[in-house]
């Protein structure tokens, strides 16, 4: 696995999605996938490449250094947004398995008490983001273990190196095509979605970083 395809030659790019438009059919529509993907995760890419160009125009002497917090703060906004879609997409898959391996299902068992507690947390967050945002099971960064957090627009709402590793976007053009105002029931078929594999590769992959 790649764990850094959002970044190439220099520049933010988009990564190709690792399944057709349609293959979330018909949990999550070919139109919104295609919307999603194409042009929504496409602007945080390209609002980000933009924002950093500003910051070494700036640097370089090119450009008001009195607009430095206005493009720090945009590249800040379209980065996040820009890794959480990609760890999104690759979060989902067409040909779910039934839940995480050995050692997440451990570790989520010690954090958590149950697999279904956990859930119901992450359930819950997702349903109750206000507004726009997302919600994410990550590792802490003081202790190790798992943790949810809650993410308002894509700004996080953890502590400095906070690793996520399954993120649920609940952004309306996530879901409104398909589900119009009924969040809980796409959160309740985006779960059904979770590629459980690739979030135990982040998992193993995350704790390996730590060390
Ligand atoms: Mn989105």
Redesign the pocket.
Known sequence: MDTHPEYAGGQYVLPPLPYACSALEPLIGEETVRL?HDK??AAYVAGANAAAEALREIAAGRKDASLTPLYAGQLAFNEA?HIL?TL?WNNMTPAPKSGPPAELAEAIRRQFGSFEGMMLLFRTTAVNVQGSGWSLLGLDPASGELQIAGVEKHQCGAAPGFAPLLAC?V?E??YYLGYKNDRAAYVENFVKLINWEDVGRRYESARRARR
């Open positions: 999603h929504h995760h947004g879609h999104y976007d952004w053009h996530a």
